[in-house]
């Protein structure tokens, strides 16, 4: 069965540094997904990188990379020269290929705080 | 910009009530999902949906079913409403990566 561990409840970070945020996954599938969603307080679900476990170069979306370690089975989102902005939870998230059919699951996620 | 639209942004409901939560789409994906979101829980998975009148159970499928007769709508239905499903509900349509709606926050008293 597919599942994501996100081990870090909280993590602190100042403004301008960069902070790795955890994520390990089990799946017994060759071909899977592996996204990153960010939810500020406001509640709403933003996307932010995906990774498709065939990819082979890391994925980056501008301050946003994600390490990917397929042998490891890990997947931490970079996120480079924090900003305040960025205080959320942040989830990691899978999905076992992209056919029609299969599901999304989700970590419990990670609290961030960026303080000035 | 895709919209992923919940009928109501949060909803108070009495115990025993018959709930409806509403989520529509303005695209033509096959792929809808409902999960319900607890502090430390994460977003557990309550059911999806891949066609019209297809259905699939997620982890926490009891207490709640599903309707899908058009394919820009996925209704999530609580039958007989309790506290312990008192939550944010989150709806999802995805080809790859998940979109949101809103989320509707239920209290259940």
């Known amino acids: 069965a597919q599942k994501i561990t996100q081990t870090q409840p909280g993590m602190f970070v100042q403004e301008k540094e960069a902070v790795t945020l955890d994520c390990t996954y089990d799946t017994s599938d060759q071909s899977y997904g592996l996204f990153w969603y960010k939810q500020p307080s406001s509640g709403e679900m933003i996307f932010l990188i995906y990774q498709g476990s065939y990819d082979e170069q890391n994925a980056t979306e501008g301050r946003y990379s994600l390490n990917f370690q397929k042998a490891r089975k890990s997947a931490n989102l970079v996120i480079s020269a924090s900003q305040l902005g960025d205080s959320a939870m942040y989830f990691c998230?899978?999905?076992?290929?992209?056919?029609?059919?299969?599901?999304?699951?989700f970590g419990k996620g990670t609290t961030l705080s960026v303080s000035s | 910009d895709v919209k992923v639209t919940q009928s109501s942004r949060y909803l108070v409901k009495r115990t025993g009530e018959k709930v409806f939560l509403e989520c529509v789409q303005d695209?033509?994906?096959?792929?809808m999902f409902w999960y319900r979101q607890d502090p430390g829980l994460g977003l557990r998975l309550i059911y999806f949906s891949y066609d019209v009148k297809m259905k699939e159970k997620g982890d926490i499928p009891e207490g709640y079913s599903v309707s899908r007769e058009k394919k820009e709508r996925f209704s999530l239905i609580l039958e007989s409403a309790s506290t312990n499903q008192t939550s944010m509900y989150l709806c999802?349509?995805?080809?790859?990566?998940?979109?949101f709606g809103q989320g509707t926050r239920l209290t259940v008293v």
């Open positions: 998230a899978m999905r076992d290929s992209l056919l029609a059919g299969t599901a999304l699951i």
């Open positions: 695209m033509d994906h096959e792929n």
């Open positions: 999802a349509r995805l080809p790859r990566e998940a979109f």
